[in-house]
């Protein structure tokens, strides 16, 4: 069963880099998944900001994509997510997950997320 | 890209059931039969309840039943329960990258 858990400050000054780790257990971060980061304003609905491969590829959601960089460390079995500029609007619970491809590569879900975790931007 | 299309709300009493819609496009809903579906309760994290259109994964009751149809998916939820109250999200596969929908909030009456 894999597990995932986010870490990382909880309140980020507006213009700042917000910064999250999430670190996988019971399983390997070299697998066959792809490793995300989605969001969720208070109140609000989910928004996909992008992903990673143990290869390094990544793909990012196209409104964030100026502002955002994932990246990958094997060696720890964790991925990270760094927001630059950020602003109130990017106060939100940031949840990571892993993007199954399928017991056959064709497919596309989201199987495991961890609990979340409450960034606030405020000065 | 552009949110996915749901209600904002729909409602049931215990023992019926209700269906959940998810408008997109060629490019998302219309072009790959990999949409699913998330059930979350407050304060909790997405559960997932279907993917790739219909299949159900170990676990989630077979009251929970999703289709499609061109650009828009359906989630169905029979035999309604009181748990069962929650927000539903769908989730497309878009090329390279993945849209949610804005989220339905289900009210059990």
């Known amino acids: 069963q894999v597990q995932l858990q986010e870490s990382g400050p909880g309140l980020v000054k507006p213009s700042g880099t917000l910064s999250l780790t999430c670190a996988v257990s019971g399983g390997s971060i070299s697998s066959s998944n792809w490793w995300s980061w989605v969001r969720q304003p208070p109140g609000k609905g989910l928004e996909w900001i992008g992903e990673i491969y143990h290869s390094g590829s990544t793909n990012y959601n196209p409104s964030l994509k100026s502002r955002v960089t994932i990246s990958v460390d094997k060696s720890k079995n964790q991925f990270s997510l760094k927001l630059s500029s950020v602003t109130a609007a990017d106060t939100a619970v940031y949840y990571c997950?892993?993007?199954?491809?399928?017991?056959?590569?064709?497919?596309?879900?989201?199987?495991?997320w961890g609990q979340g975790t409450l960034v606030t931007v405020s000065s | 890209q552009s949110a996915l299309t749901q209600p904002r709300s729909v409602s049931g009493s215990p023992g019926q059931s209700v269906t959940i819609s998810c408008t997109g496009t060629s490019s998302d809903v219309g072009g790959y039969n990999y949409v699913s579906w998330y059930q979350q309760h407050p304060g909790k994290a997405p559960k997932l309840m279907i993917y790739d259109v219909s299949k159900r994964p170990s676990g989630v009751p077979d009251r929970f039943s999703g289709s499609k149809s061109g650009n828009t998916a359906s989630l169905t939820i029979s035999g309604l329960q009181a748990e069962d109250e929650a927000d539903y999200y769908c989730c497309s596969y878009a090329g390279s990258h993945v849209v949610f929908g804005g989220g339905t909030k289900l009210t059990v009456l």
């Open positions: 997950a892993s993007r199954s491809l399928g017991a056959y590569g064709s497919g596309s879900y989201f199987d495991y």
